[in-house]
Nanobody
Framework: QVQLVESGGGSVQAGGSLRLSCAAS?????MGWFRQAPGKEREGVAV???????RYSDSVKGRFTISRDSAKNTVYLQMNDLKPEDTAMYSC??????????????????WGQGTQVTVSS
């Protein structure tokens, strides 16, 4: 079992920045961030794999950066140039399966409670 604790959400104006953090109770093969806006499906935002491989959704590429501190079992999501369409509940996820840099939620077995990000125009 893995416990995930997220922090760093909040409200910001368009063009601003936020940094999300997620601390895991142990190391896992893959960690990532997903988001879900009201009335929309969950979307994979960014993932980072044990070997350092990264993957981003097209909607955040060039604006968001995922990183990982393996010594602290913590993953970060630096979000720059935020847009109102980035408003969503952001959830940290982790998995032990060797699935590569997957953005499929079904490849992640552990989930955090989520942290709200609200971007106003």
């Amino acid at each position: 079992q893995v416990q995930l604790v997220e922090s760093g959400g909040g409200s910001v104006q368009a063009g601003g920045s936020l940094r999300l953090s997620c601390a895991a109770s142990r190391y896992t093969y893959i960690m990532g961030w997903f988001r879900q806006a009201p009335g929309k499906e969950r979307e994979g935002v960014a993932v980072i794999v044990r070997d350092g491989s990264l993957r981003y959704s097209d909607s955040v590429k060039g604006r968001f950066t995922i990183s990982r501190d393996s010594a602290k079992n913590t993953v970060y999501l630096q979000m720059n140039d935020l847009k109102p369409e980035d408003t969503a509940m952001y959830s940290c996820a982790a998995g032990d399966g060797w699935v590569g840099a997957s953005l499929r939620s079904s490849d992640f077995g552990y989930w955090g409670q989520g942290t709200q990000v609200t971007v106003s125009s």
